[in-house]
């Protein structure tokens, strides 16, 4: 009798390790980008223009790999869910950053902490969206990571 397998489904134990290391290089990528936001701000150095900076999805290293790989993507749900929940991020960290700028500093240093917490923090949002998409692709897209 062969295997029964759900659509969409991880065939073996390397492509589940394979979409696991993926998703820890991926968070991983948005924690230490999620850092330099605050330790900018710890240090009192950020500027009004870097708002729109921090706003834009397509400067940190997931957004770059999102923004090679939609061409090939843009009609998947799974890749279009992923875009929506890393753009939610980008607006969200930048919004914190104009608290900040706007004088509520420790608020927003506190909302930069949560967000970096592993106790349901601002990861914890995209990790369903991103497993969906990350089980979707291939090897090869996860590698151009």
Not at 64 to 75: A, G, P, Q, T, V
Not at 92 to 100: D, K, P, V, Y
């Given at each position: 009798m062969g295997s029964l397998q759900a659509p969409g489904s991880i065939a073996s134990l390397s492509d589940v390790c394979s979409v696991v290391n993926q998703i820890e290089e991926v968070l991983s990528a948005h924690a230490t980008y999620t850092e330099q936001v605050q330790a900018t701000m710890q240090a009192g150095t950020l500027q009004p223009e870097e708002i729109?900076?921090?706003r834009r999805d397509d400067r940190c290293r997931?957004?770059?790999?999102?923004?090679?790989?939609?061409?090939?993507?843009?009609?998947?749900?799974?890749?279009l869910a992923v875009c929506a929940e890393h753009s939610r991020f980008?607006?969200?960290?930048?919004?914190?950053?104009?608290?900040?700028?706007?004088?509520?500093r420790e608020s927003a240093l506190t909302e930069v902490?949560?967000?970096?917490?592993?106790n349901g923090g601002g990861?914890?949002?995209?990790?369903?969206?991103?497993?969906?998409?990350?089980?979707?692709?291939d090897g090869e897209t996860q590698r151009m990571f």
């Open positions: 729109d900076v921090i997931v957004g770059l790999w999102l923004h090679r790989i939609c061409e090939h993507f843009d009609s998947s749900p799974e890749f980008h607006n969200r960290l930048a919004n914190i950053a104009q608290h900040f700028l706007a004088g509520e902490a949560a967000i970096l917490s592993l990861f914890h949002d995209i990790l369903g969206t991103l497993t969906n998409f990350l089980r979707s692709v």
